[in-house]
């Protein structure tokens, strides 16, 4: 984990979950340290572009959300793909944490904070890192 501001901020992996209607999608698993309490949210991609969205709604010059890549379920690539995109993802959300306008925005704290260790229904994680 790297530690921003004091804040220590990770993607440890991703997980597969379903929705509703049984339809599968990949939800990144970030980890959040401040000080003495520790946290994890479960993000969607389009999470991750909202908040590029907002972000740059009030501050023009904040950094943009890497693109995404589409790529099958079946591909042979996919775990490469994902690991490539948490990696793209991990180093975009450590910049943010570096901008001061950026950590002081609500949009921003409510992304680290909003449904915090609130796994979504049936994950299942067989991209979880293990290390430190």
């Excluded at 693109?67 to 910049?95: T, Y």
């Excluded at 704290?109 to 890192?129: E, M, T, W, Y």
Aim: some cysteine; charged content about 25%.
């Amino acid at each position: 984990m790297a530690s921003e501001g004091g804040v220590f901020i990770d993607i440890a992996g991703t997980g597969v979950a379903k929705d509703e209607g049984g339809h599968e999608f990949i939800v990144f698993i970030i980890k959040i340290r401040l000080e003495s309490f520790a946290w994890a949210v479960y993000r969607r991609y389009s999470a991750f572009r909202a908040l590029s969205d907002e972000l740059r709604r009030v501050i023009p010059d904040a950094p943009t959300c890497p693109p995404k890549r589409s790529f099958g379920s079946h591909d042979p690539r996919a775990f490469a793909v994902l690991e490539q995109r948490r990696w793209e993802l991990l180093g975009w959300i450590r910049e943010l944490a570096q901008d001061e306008r950026v950590c002081r925005s609500a949009i921003f704290h409510d992304f680290l904070r909003a449904q915090a260790n609130v796994a979504p229904p049936g994950i299942v994680f067989p991209g979880v890192s293990t290390a430190a």
